[in-house]
């Protein structure tokens, strides 16, 4: 009797345990125990793009042009640029265009090689003929209205190379028509996801994201080769033409139902 009692109360011990062992998880399966479910996000979004495009006067006069020389010698064709270059920016002063509107684009001295035929052997070979000098300048001003003098007064003092005449926008006015794009930009965008919300009968009621960005993008610059300074008998005929500033937006809008 006493053998039954103590078997059987050893073993409501063990099953006790075995239990109590069973409740306490250990490991990874404790932590995934206590750590809460994760929710999915219920907001409801909607992205769009908006853009706005404005065609505007430009407020800056650029001109690349200058004065190439070919001497038999380096030093010949150096110091016959440097006068005629000398004689150009004083004419470009005159002109009205003041020194911190003149900078050097492009200069360059490089060797003129001749090809020609050996009577003897048939084969062609170089030989050297001289020296080419190239001082391209840059005027940049916002005196729009002196293209034409400005041109005319350089190739009167020796300018053989005129090699661009553009028109842009000064930083100041690109980024204030750029700024001032951006509400457009954002309504075009607000306008395009309102219309795309009314067949699933949604509403804009919030804005999640914005991203920003402006551009401008200026006309091909037109060019022009070698010339004589001959040509420019009368005033030269320069026309502007607008410049396109550009902004666009992208929005994440917040949306929920009517």
Sequence with gaps: MN???T???AIGVVLALGFSLGAIPTGLNAQAQTEPTPFPSREKT?????QATSFVEPDRL???FGVEVQKPTAKEALDENSDKMNEVIDAIKSAGINSDEITTSQFSIYPVYESYQEKETGIYKQKLTGYSVSNIIQVKTPKMDLASEIIDAAVGAGVNRVDN???SLSDKKQQQVSDDLLAEAIK???S???KALVPLNYKIIGVKYVSLDGGYYPPPMPYYGAMDAGVAKSATPIFSSDQQVSASATVVFLIGSN
Excluded: D, L, R
């Excluded at 909607?46 to 908006?50: F, K």
């Design 3 to 5: 053998k039954t009692i």
């Design 7 to 9: 078997i059987a109360a």
């Design 46 to 50: 909607i992205s769009s793009s908006g």
């Design 62 to 64: 650029n001109i690349n």
């Design 165 to 167: 005449v553009w028109f």
């Design 188 to 190: 075009n965008a607000q």
């Design 192 to 194: 395009k996801a309102e």
